[in-house]
């Protein structure tokens, strides 16, 4: 069996139902997944307070990679982006699923839920996880390059 990395999850009240269904689909594909909530339905869940756990897990090393859901994955990627070492893309479409661990090396992603398909966030969810960073020369220059701005405007990370 090969070895998966742990799957960070989280959504708000609009993601929950959607996050229900990637965590099992994530477990029955054997993946171990951290689950930061919302774990009720309760109503107007903020999704801050979900997508910060998560992204500091996987910005820790907790978690090889993330997984949010809101209701339009917007909010929850400019969460996930202000935590230091997150590249964190927000998918519609299968292209940019690829697209973005070819060449940007993003370790996490964010879906809305009322924004695609539980079959189109599953797809979404797999191609993520299953395409390799290319390690390209001009990928890694633009990722160090991405890098450095959070090194200039981080306050806090000691970095």
């Not at 959607?18 to 339905?41: N, P, Q, R, T």
Request: a negative charge; glycine letters at 10%; aromatic letters at 6%.
């Amino acid at each position: 069996m090969e070895n998966k990395p742990k799957i960070a999850l989280a959504a708000d009240d609009a993601g929950r139902e959607l996050k229900d269904i990637i965590k099992a689909h994530l477990e029955e594909e054997g993946y171990e997944v951290a689950d930061f909530g919302l774990h009720s339905s309760q109503p107007s869940a903020d999704y801050p307070d979900y997508a910060l756990p998560a992204s500091e897990a996987v910005a820790s090393g907790e978690c090889g990679f993330g997984v949010l859901v809101c209701g339009t994955g917007i909010g929850m990627s400019l969460c996930a982006n202000k935590v230091p070492g997150i590249r964190c893309a927000h998918l519609t479409d299968c292209f940019s699923a690829e697209a973005t661990r070819l060449h940007n090396d993003a370790n996490m992603i964010a879906l809305g839920a009322r924004v695609v398909g539980s079959g189109l966030a599953l797809k979404l969810v797999d191609i993520f996880l299953s395409t390799p960073f290319s390690g390209a020369e001009r990928h890694a220059r633009r990722i160090n390059k991405i890098a450095d701005i959070e090194r200039k405007y981080c306050r806090d990370c000691g970095k």
